[in-house]
Protein backbone atom coordinates (compact mmCIF):
# COMPACT_ATOMS: atom_id res chain seq x y z
CA UNK A 1 0.00 0.00 0.00
CA UNK A 2 1.30 3.05 -0.62
CA UNK A 3 2.79 5.57 2.41
CA UNK A 4 0.21 8.16 0.99
CA UNK A 5 -3.35 5.86 1.11
CA UNK A 6 -1.89 4.40 4.64
CA UNK A 7 -1.70 8.43 6.05
CA UNK A 8 -5.29 8.78 5.09
CA UNK A 9 -6.53 5.98 6.53
CA UNK A 10 -4.88 6.50 9.71
CA UNK A 11 -6.29 10.21 9.58
CA UNK A 12 -10.01 8.86 8.76
CA UNK A 13 -10.05 6.32 11.82
CA UNK A 14 -8.59 9.20 14.28
CA UNK A 15 -11.73 11.07 13.08
CA UNK A 16 -14.19 8.32 13.18
CA UNK A 17 -12.75 7.17 16.80
CA UNK A 18 -13.18 10.61 18.45
CA UNK A 19 -17.05 11.36 17.23
CA UNK A 20 -17.64 7.97 18.88
CA UNK A 21 -15.90 8.55 21.94
CA UNK A 22 -18.18 11.72 21.89
CA UNK A 23 -21.42 9.78 22.63
CA UNK A 24 -21.87 8.05 25.80
CA UNK A 25 -23.21 4.66 25.86
CA UNK A 26 -26.92 4.07 27.39
CA UNK A 27 -26.41 3.38 30.92
CA UNK A 28 -28.16 -0.10 32.02
CA UNK A 29 -30.15 -0.11 34.75
CA UNK A 30 -29.38 -2.62 37.14
CA UNK A 31 -32.23 -4.19 38.86
CA UNK A 32 -31.68 -3.92 42.71
CA UNK A 33 -30.46 -6.52 44.55
CA UNK A 34 -32.65 -9.01 46.00
CA UNK A 35 -33.36 -8.97 49.62
CA UNK A 36 -32.90 -12.21 50.99
CA UNK A 37 -35.78 -14.23 52.54
CA UNK A 38 -34.37 -14.63 55.81
CA UNK A 39 -33.35 -10.72 56.01
CA UNK A 40 -37.03 -10.25 55.70
CA UNK A 41 -38.81 -9.50 59.40
CA UNK A 42 -41.36 -12.49 60.13
CA UNK A 43 -45.08 -11.27 60.07
CA UNK A 44 -46.63 -11.28 63.52
CA UNK A 45 -48.36 -14.82 63.99
CA UNK A 46 -51.92 -13.56 64.61
CA UNK A 47 -53.70 -15.75 68.24
CA UNK A 48 -55.75 -18.40 67.56
CA UNK A 49 -58.37 -18.23 70.76
CA UNK A 50 -58.89 -21.33 71.95
CA UNK A 51 -62.50 -22.91 72.40
CA UNK A 52 -62.82 -22.75 76.17
CA UNK A 53 -61.91 -18.69 76.32
CA UNK A 54 -64.81 -16.32 77.33
CA UNK A 55 -65.60 -13.38 75.46
CA UNK A 56 -63.28 -10.08 76.62
CA UNK A 57 -65.55 -8.33 78.85
CA UNK A 58 -63.73 -5.10 77.80
CA UNK A 59 -64.36 -5.64 73.91
CA UNK A 60 -68.13 -5.73 74.26
CA UNK A 61 -68.44 -3.12 77.45
CA UNK A 62 -70.16 0.21 76.45
CA UNK A 63 -72.16 -1.32 73.39
CA UNK A 64 -75.15 0.44 73.40
CA UNK A 65 -78.95 -0.31 72.00
CA UNK A 66 -82.13 1.41 72.08
CA UNK A 67 -85.68 0.20 72.21
CA UNK A 68 -88.71 -0.32 73.47
CA UNK A 69 -88.88 -3.29 76.48
CA UNK A 70 -90.80 -5.83 77.47
CA UNK A 71 -91.27 -8.44 80.64
CA UNK A 72 -92.53 -12.23 80.66
CA UNK A 73 -92.96 -14.60 83.76
CA UNK A 74 -95.24 -16.88 83.64
CA UNK A 75 -96.04 -19.59 81.96
CA UNK A 76 -92.60 -19.76 81.17
CA UNK A 77 -91.28 -19.55 85.35
CA UNK A 78 -89.78 -22.81 85.62
CA UNK A 79 -89.29 -23.69 81.78
CA UNK A 80 -85.80 -24.67 80.07
CA UNK A 81 -84.09 -21.30 78.20
CA UNK A 82 -82.71 -21.25 75.25
CA UNK A 83 -79.10 -20.99 77.35
CA UNK A 84 -80.29 -24.42 79.03
CA UNK A 85 -80.65 -22.80 82.66
CA UNK A 86 -83.94 -23.16 84.55
CA UNK A 87 -86.00 -19.91 83.98
CA UNK A 88 -86.82 -18.55 87.27
CA UNK A 89 -88.86 -15.24 87.12
CA UNK A 90 -87.39 -13.95 90.69
CA UNK A 91 -84.04 -13.48 89.14
CA UNK A 92 -82.41 -11.24 87.02
CA UNK A 93 -82.25 -11.86 83.89
CA UNK A 94 -83.52 -11.34 80.44
CA UNK A 95 -84.06 -12.32 76.82
CA UNK A 96 -82.06 -10.81 73.70
CA UNK A 97 -81.90 -11.93 70.50
CA UNK A 98 -78.07 -11.92 69.59
CA UNK A 99 -75.97 -10.92 73.03
CA UNK A 100 -73.86 -13.99 73.83
CA UNK A 101 -75.55 -15.77 77.39
CA UNK A 102 -73.69 -14.53 80.35
CA UNK A 103 -73.35 -10.94 79.25
CA UNK A 104 -74.29 -8.35 81.29
CA UNK A 105 -76.57 -5.46 80.72
CA UNK A 106 -77.67 -2.42 82.19
CA UNK A 107 -81.47 -1.26 81.11
CA UNK A 108 -82.38 2.28 82.19
CA UNK A 109 -85.81 3.76 81.09
CA UNK A 110 -85.80 6.26 78.89
CA UNK A 111 -88.65 8.12 80.66
CA UNK A 112 -88.71 7.86 83.61
CA UNK A 113 -84.59 7.08 84.75
CA UNK A 114 -85.00 3.74 86.78
CA UNK A 115 -82.21 1.18 85.69
CA UNK A 116 -81.71 -2.41 86.60
CA UNK A 117 -78.95 -4.91 85.88
CA UNK A 118 -79.55 -8.36 84.47
CA UNK A 119 -78.04 -11.26 82.90
CA UNK A 120 -78.70 -12.66 79.36
CA UNK A 121 -79.51 -16.28 79.36
CA UNK A 122 -82.25 -16.53 77.06
CA UNK A 123 -83.70 -15.26 73.47
CA UNK A 124 -86.01 -13.06 72.68
CA UNK A 125 -88.45 -10.56 72.28
CA UNK A 126 -89.79 -11.71 69.10
CA UNK A 127 -91.48 -9.04 68.85
CA UNK A 128 -90.87 -6.05 66.00
CA UNK A 129 -89.45 -2.77 68.00
CA UNK A 130 -88.70 -4.85 71.45
CA UNK A 131 -85.36 -5.16 71.84
CA UNK A 132 -84.95 -6.95 75.30
CA UNK A 133 -87.13 -9.47 77.42
CA UNK A 134 -87.06 -8.40 81.13
CA UNK A 135 -87.84 -11.04 84.02
CA UNK A 136 -90.24 -10.49 86.19
CA UNK A 137 -87.89 -9.51 89.16
CA UNK A 138 -86.34 -7.17 87.07
CA UNK A 139 -89.11 -5.79 85.45
CA UNK A 140 -90.62 -5.38 88.47
CA UNK A 141 -87.92 -2.65 89.93
CA UNK A 142 -87.73 -0.47 87.08
CA UNK A 143 -91.98 -0.58 87.32
CA UNK A 144 -92.01 -2.24 83.79
CA UNK A 145 -94.40 -4.73 85.26
CA UNK A 146 -97.19 -2.02 85.49
CA UNK A 147 -96.38 -0.38 82.04
CA UNK A 148 -95.83 -3.65 80.28
CA UNK A 149 -93.55 -2.06 77.61
CA UNK A 150 -91.40 1.02 77.75
CA UNK A 151 -88.22 2.54 76.08
CA UNK A 152 -85.25 1.73 77.07
CA UNK A 153 -81.35 2.02 76.53
CA UNK A 154 -79.06 -1.40 76.79
CA UNK A 155 -75.78 -0.94 77.60
CA UNK A 156 -73.02 -3.78 77.85
CA UNK A 157 -71.61 -3.53 81.18
CA UNK A 158 -69.84 -6.74 81.50
CA UNK A 159 -69.85 -11.12 81.56
CA UNK A 160 -70.58 -13.12 84.43
CA UNK A 161 -71.42 -17.01 84.30
CA UNK A 162 -74.41 -18.28 86.02
CA UNK A 163 -75.17 -19.00 89.01
CA UNK A 164 -73.66 -22.37 90.62
CA UNK A 165 -77.20 -24.28 91.83
CA UNK A 166 -76.98 -27.42 94.42
CA UNK A 167 -78.04 -30.73 93.69
CA UNK A 168 -81.48 -30.24 95.44
CA UNK A 169 -82.73 -26.37 93.81
CA UNK A 170 -81.67 -28.08 90.19
CA UNK A 171 -84.43 -31.39 91.05
CA UNK A 172 -86.66 -28.44 92.60
CA UNK A 173 -86.29 -26.14 88.67
CA UNK A 174 -86.55 -29.34 86.39
CA UNK A 175 -89.95 -30.43 88.46
CA UNK A 176 -91.87 -26.56 87.71
CA UNK A 177 -92.83 -27.92 83.87
CA UNK A 178 -95.14 -31.14 85.63
CA UNK A 179 -97.71 -28.91 86.22
CA UNK A 180 -99.42 -29.63 89.86
CA UNK A 181 -95.86 -30.33 91.14
CA UNK A 182 -95.35 -26.33 91.07
CA UNK A 183 -98.06 -24.75 92.89
CA UNK A 184 -99.04 -21.25 93.69
CA UNK A 185 -101.34 -19.74 96.17
CA UNK A 186 -103.50 -17.04 94.79
CA UNK A 187 -104.72 -14.88 97.08
CA UNK A 188 -107.03 -12.44 95.09
CA UNK A 189 -107.20 -11.15 91.87
CA UNK A 190 -108.11 -7.42 90.94
CA UNK A 191 -108.68 -5.26 88.49
CA UNK A 192 -107.45 -1.98 89.93
CA UNK A 193 -103.23 -2.24 90.03
CA UNK A 194 -103.72 0.02 93.39
CA UNK A 195 -105.94 -2.85 95.47
CA UNK A 196 -103.62 -5.39 94.41
CA UNK A 197 -100.36 -3.43 95.62
CA UNK A 198 -102.09 -2.81 98.97
CA UNK A 199 -102.73 -6.86 99.33
CA UNK A 200 -99.18 -7.65 98.86
CA UNK A 201 -98.08 -5.00 101.45
CA UNK A 202 -100.64 -6.84 103.74
CA UNK A 203 -98.81 -10.07 102.75
CA UNK A 204 -95.69 -8.93 103.13
CA UNK A 205 -96.44 -6.93 106.15
CA UNK A 206 -97.33 -10.66 107.59
CA UNK A 207 -93.90 -12.40 106.57
CA UNK A 208 -94.81 -13.52 103.11
CA UNK A 209 -93.28 -13.40 99.89
CA UNK A 210 -96.19 -12.49 97.61
CA UNK A 211 -95.83 -11.02 93.59
CA UNK A 212 -98.31 -9.36 91.49
CA UNK A 213 -98.95 -11.34 88.26
CA UNK A 214 -100.97 -9.55 85.18
CA UNK A 215 -103.22 -11.67 83.86
CA UNK A 216 -106.18 -11.54 81.31
CA UNK A 217 -108.46 -9.17 80.83
CA UNK A 218 -106.84 -6.48 82.66
CA UNK A 219 -106.42 -8.33 86.34
CA UNK A 220 -104.01 -8.36 88.72
CA UNK A 221 -103.27 -11.75 90.31
CA UNK A 222 -101.67 -11.55 94.08
CA UNK A 223 -99.63 -14.46 94.61
CA UNK A 224 -97.43 -16.43 96.96
CA UNK A 225 -94.77 -18.78 95.93
CA UNK A 226 -94.21 -20.46 93.60
CA UNK A 227 -94.21 -23.56 95.49
CA UNK A 228 -91.91 -27.07 94.53
CA UNK A 229 -94.61 -29.36 96.49
CA UNK A 230 -97.90 -29.35 97.70
CA UNK A 231 -96.91 -30.00 101.18
CA UNK A 232 -95.33 -26.23 101.24
CA UNK A 233 -98.60 -25.06 99.13
CA UNK A 234 -100.68 -26.26 101.99
CA UNK A 235 -98.76 -24.70 105.14
CA UNK A 236 -98.84 -20.97 103.35
CA UNK A 237 -102.32 -21.60 102.68
CA UNK A 238 -102.90 -22.41 106.60
CA UNK A 239 -100.80 -19.43 107.36
CA UNK A 240 -103.01 -17.04 105.49
CA UNK A 241 -106.48 -18.61 105.19
CA UNK A 242 -107.82 -16.83 108.18
CA UNK A 243 -107.09 -13.23 106.39
CA UNK A 244 -107.28 -14.61 103.23
CA UNK A 245 -110.50 -17.03 102.96
CA UNK A 246 -110.63 -16.77 99.39
CA UNK A 247 -107.01 -18.11 98.69
CA UNK A 248 -106.44 -21.13 96.47
CA UNK A 249 -103.80 -23.47 94.91
CA UNK A 250 -103.34 -22.91 91.47
CA UNK A 251 -100.85 -25.16 89.54
CA UNK A 252 -97.81 -23.14 87.85
CA UNK A 253 -97.79 -22.83 83.48
Not at 50 to 58: R, T
Not at 78 to 104: K, N, P, Q, W
Not at 169 to 182: F, L, M, N, R, T
Amino acid sequence: MKPRTVAAILVLSTILGSGCASQKPPRATAPPPEVSRQQQPAPEPTPTPKPSEKPKDEAKKGKTEKGLASWYGEPYHGRRTASGEIYDMHEMTAAHRTLAFGTVVKVTRRDTGADVKVRINDRGPFVRDRIIDLSYAAARKIALDIDGVAPVKVVVVGFEDPPKKTAKEKAQAAEHPKGEDCLWIQVGAFGDISNARRAERRLEDAGETAVIIEGPNGLHRVRLGPFDNERDAIRALERIGADWPEAKAVPCG
